[in-house]
């Protein structure tokens, strides 16, 4: 490198210190990576990829943001396939749409939860990945539905603290006795952002396919008409039954036959 973008360097070292002090998330970056080594076209371009990542934070925390969306065929039928922003990694989320959501009758609804060793492993230590299949089977067959995906694994915990509370789990405690040990509400989901998502699809007045009161009473608070729920129980093995009886003593679940 010659000397003359050493001394812009230097200038521009002194201009982002300058700047920092009212600017302190988005210069210290550069300047505590500038050295005579980096050259004054990388601390620029840096500078100013840095600038609007931070102008994209602001709009990012500012509304829910619309990203993509796509078509989804599946073995439940043809979907289109949304995909939303909010503030952070809990506030991503897909939609799977299907038919007119402004149309009679209400569209059916699906607000699900990601469960990795339900849905993808096939766990039967819970009963998620048979609700999701029970619950695309009825959107599939509905003239309007969605069903709207969310990470929050482990009802809001994350996967590793849900791992966690499995490992207690089989040392007896149940899930409820297991996620307070840990520190964590026996529920710690949250449905403003599928409230927001919901709105933005036009999805205003529901039927969901639920047997969460809980659920019900936080959408409604979300400006959310649920008009119907629709019961989502499909049949489970024996091992997920301990589970499910839990949720229904212990969490108000709606569950039949248990
Ligand atoms: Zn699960």
Redesign the pocket.
């Known amino acids: 490198m010659d000397g003359r973008p050493r001394q812009f360097g230097t200038l521009f070292q002194f201009v982002t210190a300058m700047w920092s002090r009212t600017n302190p998330g988005v210069v210290s970056l550069q300047t505590s990576i500038f050295s005579p080594e980096f050259d004054l076209l990388y601390c620029s371009i840096a500078m100013t990829a840095k600038s609007r990542s931070s102008k994209r934070a602001k709009v990012k925390s500012a509304r829910l943001r619309a990203i993509a969306h796509a078509e989804l065929p599946t073995r439940y039928g043809r979907f289109t396939i949304h995909g939303f922003q909010g503030r952070g990694p809990q506030e991503e989320a897909v939609a799977l749409v299907r038919g007119n959501l402004r149309g009679k009758p209400a569209p059916l609804v699906r607000v699900h939860s990601q ?1 990795l ?3 993808v492993l096939s ?1 039967l ?5 048979a609700q999701l299949d029970l619950s695309l089977q009825k959107i599939g067959r509905a003239p309007s539905g969605i069903l709207l995906y969310l990470p929050q694994e482990g009802r809001g915990i994350g996967l590793m603290n849900k791992l966690r509370a499995y490992e207690l789990q089989d040392g007896g405690m149940d899930t409820v006795e297991a996620n307070e040990s840990l520190g964590f509400a026996a529920d710690a989901r949250d449905y403003d952002f599928s409230a927001k998502i919901l709105k933005q699809l036009g999805a205003t007045r529901i039927r969901l396919l639920s047997n969460n009161p809980e659920k019900v009473r936080q959408l409604e608070r979300a400006g959310i008409r649920v008009i119907e729920r629709v019961p989502c129980q499909p049949r489970v093995s024996r091992i997920s039954r301990a589970y499910m009886r839990t949720k229904k003593a212990k969490m108000g679940h709606l569950l039949e036959g248990m």
């Open positions: 469960c060793t339900g849905d766990s230590r819970c009963d998620c990945r």
